[in-house]
């Protein structure tokens, strides 16, 4: 029977006041189908239920999910823009009034201009997020270049995706966070998994990840965590944090001596091998196993399984890469695809556990200091032309490229940028090294925050301009395999709150710049726009209609005119995207995290999520039942290093750094490393592990080392009272 999956609104037949639509969670990568419930006499959303039709999460959700819709009617929704007249109050919720749109655009061009007089174009910036439409994120590169002119744009993805990015780039030519479609993925024989806690990251691929061991196959996890898929794994390397390099060079190394390659892929199809088969010589089972903690037989079985799977998948996520060499460790392991042509086929590849919901699509079209539209390179001239011929400008006004995230809180620091406009991130709790980050958000002369809670971030700001939830606007994102997917509007903007897109045009009007945004006037326009500005970068959206994307249930990208039906599988004509259609195989020495424990600084600090928060926490937080589950945030100890410490299981400890402290309440598990302690992030102001994290960048891609660094613990001292 042919289902009939191509209508946006259904009737609910169970209850009769009710529409559903069609759309996607508000959250992570998975972007799982579901359908908003929507009481047609209020108008407003009332409930959730999840897509069956939906092939990739076929009616799977997690507990983020299912409660996602209590964010759009929220009672801490901001309803109204929000200004601060007493600058002295920065850093703190007080001191807000309501305003209406005039006044506080009216404050923003002010300042802006003044700024911009007084300090020139660069000294105004913009940080973003990507748990934005894919059209918002286009308009908001297209913001801060043509309407504020400003060089200084980056956005959160720095801190999740960017090394990701930057090792398939180097082996591929391209970065796309998955070669092949997740509907492949049960069907393979081993899935190599490292650094991700796919069950509470991903919660709903795990239905695909069993099924690989149901149906014979072998999953091996790398972890210095016994997280719950390493539990039920057949083979767990704990290593140390901050080891991958070795590991992966570990692995490389018995695959070749023991014949696992295919030479004829290799010789055809790479560049590298040589010098990698040189290099990884060194990296016996028993120096491998010197450097990162993990048994030599687990690493000898590891590299067996692999080699002589049929077809296998890589797979990783911020574990590996948000260290200061999150780029080589990309490389390394898809290195193992490489060496052994387990790539550019059905059910077998290499793919990235994509953070954000639109982790992918975000960081392809100019929401990176150095990129443009369709992934095109700011200092490619050919490049600029091309978006200069869409946005009506010349290449002499386009802005030269930016710095990093991280970099530009130095900047901030320093005075060199003295104006932000955020938004779509909380980086006063997100960011590493947050005593600096605060201090930087501090010293701005004048801050505007777009959200629609108000933000640890938002402390900072002087203006404050209400957005919409997911639910209240329409788009694309572009999913965890590189599909793009199209969210639909369920219920109109509460309060006065606009959409981001909305608020970039009516500022860029009042800055002057109206004659290259004027004509936006709804998402589908942005939206067309956006298409034409991707097309012919080798991120081509061009072809991805909304019209398409409904009647396929998605259009994976490069997808370049009308005919064409997408890309699901990447490489299946095994030509890469450097100029040679060779990858690369890369030889790349190890080196240890920027921060190795000390006397001072025994031990390793790693820190991560938890299934029931959202990466900073602002919305999650404040969602009643993942609130109940999660409260605060803990630190895990192993019981061993408890005992050696003499302290209990849910005693409050000081765990420090160099960088700064806090105090976590003790979760003795034996789910870690007797060396390793790990603190989810997701909680704010004083309870921020960010305090305490380091901004070692990767030279590359600029991500911090969020996933290692040498801290202490120590016992409070309990003052008698007198
Ligand atoms: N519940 C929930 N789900 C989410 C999110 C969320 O905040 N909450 N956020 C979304 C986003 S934006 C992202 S980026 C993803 C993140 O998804 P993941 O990367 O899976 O999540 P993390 O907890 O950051 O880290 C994954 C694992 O890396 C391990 N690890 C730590 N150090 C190392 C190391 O040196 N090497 C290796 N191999 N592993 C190490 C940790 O123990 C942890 O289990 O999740 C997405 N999904
Ligand atoms: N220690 C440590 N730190 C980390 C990590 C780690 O593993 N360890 N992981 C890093 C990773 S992978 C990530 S992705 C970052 C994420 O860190 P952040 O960028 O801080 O992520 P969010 O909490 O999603 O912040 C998004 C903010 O924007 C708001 N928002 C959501 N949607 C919209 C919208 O459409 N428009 C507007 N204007 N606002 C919106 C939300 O309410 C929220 O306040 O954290 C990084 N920081
Ligand atoms: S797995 Fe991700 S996309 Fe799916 S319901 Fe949970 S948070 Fe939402
Ligand atoms: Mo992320």
Not at 486 to 511: C, F, H, T, Y
Not at 687 to 704: F, K
């Amino acid at each position: 029977m042919q289902r009939d999956k191509f209508f946006k609104e259904e009737k609910n037949v169970n209850h009769p006041n009710e529409k559903l639509i069609k759309t996607h969670c508000s959250y992570c990568g998975m972007q799982c189908g579901m359908n908003l419930r929507v009481n047609t006499v209020t108008n407003k959303i009332v409930g959730v239920e999840p897509r069956y039709d939906w092939p990739v999460t076929v009616g799977k959700m997690c507990p983020k999910g299912v409660t996602a819709y209590q964010q759009t009617n929220h009672q801490d929704r901001i309803l109204k823009p929000l200004i601060r007249d007493d600058a002295s109050l920065k850093g703190t919720k007080e001191g807000f009034r309501e305003a209406s749109w005039e006044e506080a655009y009216e404050l923003i061009v002010k300042n802006f201009k003044k700024l911009q007089d007084e300090y020139g174009k660069d000294s105004l910036s913009v940080f973003s997020g990507v748990s934005m439409t894919n059209e918002k994120c286009y308009l908001t590169g297209k913001f801060a270049r043509v309407a504020l002119g400003t060089r200084y744009i980056d956005y959160n993805g720095r801190f999740c995706m960017s090394s990701a990015a930057g090792g398939f780039l180097r082996s591929f030519g391209v970065d796309r966070g998955s070669t092949l479609p997740w509907t492949d993925i049960h069907e393979t024989d081993c899935l190599f998994i490292a650094g991700s806690n796919t069950a509470e990251c991903h919660p709903t691929s795990m239905f695909r990840v069993w099924n690989v061991q149901e149906r014979g196959g072998y999953i091996i996890v790398v972890d210095p965590r016994e997280t719950p898929i390493a539990r039920r794994a057949d083979l767990h390397l704990d290593l140390k944090p901050g080891t991958d390099l070795a590991l992966a060079n570990g692995i490389l190394h018995l695959l070749i001596e023991n014949g696992y390659t295919d030479n004829e892929f290799i010789a055809n199809h790479t560049n590298g091998f040589e010098e990698t088969k040189e290099l990884v010589k060194e990296f016996t089972p028993e120096y491998t196993s010197e450097l990162t903690g993990v048994a030599p037989e687990k690493i000898i079985r590891a590299a067996e399984i692999y080699g002589k799977a049929p077809n296998a998948v890589v797979m990783f996520a911020r574990g590996i890469e948000q260290q200061h060499k999150g780029v080589d460790n990309v490389s390394a392991y898809t290195n193992m695809a490489l060496i052994t042509g387990k790539i550019g086929r059905p059910k077998s590849g290499v793919a990235t556990f994509t953070g954000q919901g639109n982790g992918q699509g975000g960081r392809e079209h100019g929401q990176k200091s150095d990129l443009l539209p369709g992934y095109r390179k700011i200092t490619n001239p050919e490049h600029v032309k091309e978006v200069c011929n869409v946005w009506g400008i010349t290449p002499e006004e386009m802005p030269k490229p930016g710095v990093s995230a991280y970099e530009m809180f130095e900047l901030m620091e320093e005075k060199t940028i003295r104006g932000l406009y955020l938004l779509c991130s909380n980086p006063a709790v997100s960011a590493p090294n947050l005593n600096f980050v605060r201090k930087a958000l501090k010293s701005l002369d004048f801050m505007v925050c777009a959200d629609f809670y108000l933000s640890e971030s938002a402390e900072f700001a002087d203006v404050v301009l209400p957005s919409v939830t997911w639910s209240e606007d329409e788009g694309t994102v572009t999913n965890i395999e590189g599909r793009i997917i199209k969210i639909n509007k369920a219920q109109e903007p509460i309060g006065e709150s606009k959409p981001d897109w909305q608020m970039q045009v009516e500022l860029a009007e009042r800055l002057g710049r109206g004659q290259y945004f004027s004509h936006l006037k709804t998402a589908k326009d942005v939206a067309d726009e956006f298409r034409l500005a991707s097309k012919g970068g080798y991120a081509d959206y061009y072809g991805a209609t909304w019209e398409k994307i409904d009647k396929q249930d998605g259009v994976f990208w490069p997808c370049r005119d009308e005919k064409d039906q997408g890309t699901p599988h990447m490489f299946l004509d095994k030509k890469f995207y450097h100029p040679d259609g060779k990858a690369k195989i890369c030889a790349l020495p190890y080196r240890p995290p920027a921060e190795e424990p000390d006397q001072t600084y025994p031990l390793r600090l790693t820190t991560g999520r938890v299934v029931y928060h959202y990466l900073s926490g602002n919305q999650t937080r404040r969602i009643p039942f993942l609130r109940d589950m999660c409260p605060e945030p803990y630190v895990e100890v192993h019981p061993e290093l408890a005992a050696k410490y003499e302290i209990q299981h849910e005693e409050r400890v000081r765990l420090f750094t160099r960088r700064g402290e806090s105090i976590y309440k003790v979760k003795i598990t034996e789910a870690i490393r007797k060396d390793t302690v790990f603190v989810p992030y997701h909680f704010g102001h004083e309870e921020s592990i960010n305090l305490l994290t380091i901004a070692a960048l990767d030279p590359i891609s600029r991500m911090p080392e969020f996933k290692a660094c040498a801290a202490q613990i120590e016992k409070l001292v309990v003052k008698k009272v007198q």
